[in-house]
């Protein structure tokens, strides 16, 4: 299971990994399994009708880390939305221009995630995933994207064979260009949340401060001002996983701009009639309210 801390840094970055999770012997049988493909899991079908008892999917996913992880993020029973064998051969084929998994996805109360899997060590030069961090709460549509080619604080994956690694579904990423004499494989599976993402995590830690600080991170591609709205879309995202309709970071962003008094409240203190406010001074026979006199030009005045 996720802590808290690791959850709100998911929440921020909109990613979470772990390295070397897969013993070795499973990555070896990984490499034989992905080189003959997998066949389709139809969209929908639950986790633990997906795949048959003992396949490796079915083992991987069954990893104490990766199963802990996964059902934090969305619980206990997701759905499989696809499934896909990604091969990216030596000295072959172009960078993926830089992309969302999605269309424009308004959700602010649940999410997607895509576990991608690595069997074998990724060097710079084998091209691994390009993510950029924090991007996943920016509304865009597919690869609208695409035309950015570089941006300040991206990551390019370098690991350890076994890692694993969950994408919240709208983060920008694009696989790259393998560089290299080697093979390389990726598999990736997108899950669909079938119960509400509400405190599926260990909760122990909910209120460390290291929370509000994971949640409060800025990103070097950040704009200044539109960068606050990320922080502000985090909020939103924390308080629907948490159920803390007050929960904030510092600056009260959040919190300013969803005040709404009910309709028909009276002020606390009101004053009663004939009584000044405090702090207003009393104003003896006050003059009744009248229509301001027209102004005089100086014709009239002489």
């Given amino acids: 299971m996720l802590s808290s801390v690791r959850m709100a840094r998911f929440v921020a970055r909109g990613s979470l990994r772990l390295d070397a999770v897969v013993p070795d012997e499973m990555n070896a049988e990984a490499l034989r399994v992905l080189a003959r493909g997998m066949a389709p899991v139809p969209y929908g079908t639950p986790v633990s009708q997906a795949y048959a008892q003992g396949s490796f999917a079915q083992r991987l996913l069954e990893l104490p880390q990766v199963a802990g992880a996964l059902y934090s993020l969305v619980g206990g029973e997701p759905a499989i939305d696809h499934h896909a064998v990604h091969i990216r051969e030596p000295h072959g084929g172009e960078a993926q221009p830089l992309h969302a998994d999605a269309i424009i996805d308004v959700r602010q109360d649940a999410f997607d995630v895509q576990l991608m899997y690595y069997p074998q060590d990724v060097t710079l030069e084998m091209g691994g995933t390009l993510s950029v961090p924090g991007s996943h709460l920016r509304r865009t549509n597919e690869t609208d994207t695409g035309r950015y080619q570089n941006l300040r604080g991206q990551d390019r994956l370098v690991c350890p064979a076994g890692t694993v690694v969950f994408l919240h579904h709208g983060l920008w990423h694009g696989g790259r260009r393998n560089d290299s004499d080697t093979v390389r494989y990726m598999f990736k599976i997108r899950f669909a949340p079938r119960e509400r993402q509400r405190l599926l995590w ?5 209120h460390d401060p290291r929370v509000r600080t994971e949640l409060d991170a800025q990103f070097p591609w950040y704009e200044q001002a539109a960068g606050r709205l990320e922080r502000y879309n985090r909020v939103l995202l924390w308080r629907e996983l948490t159920g803390d309709a007050a929960f904030d970071l510092v600056d009260p962003w ?5 005040n709404r008094p009910a309709a028909g409240r ?5 004053p009663a009639a004939g009584r000044p406010a405090a702090g207003r001074p009393a104003v003896e026979n006050p003059a009744p309210a009248t229509a301001p006199a027209p102004a005089r030009s100086e014709e ?3």
């Fill in 254 to 258: 959040v919190t300013r701009v969803t």
């Fill in 300 to 302: 009239d005045a002489a």
């Fill in 202 to 206: 260990d909760t122990a830690d909910l």
């Fill in 266 to 270: 009276p002020a606390a203190g009101r």
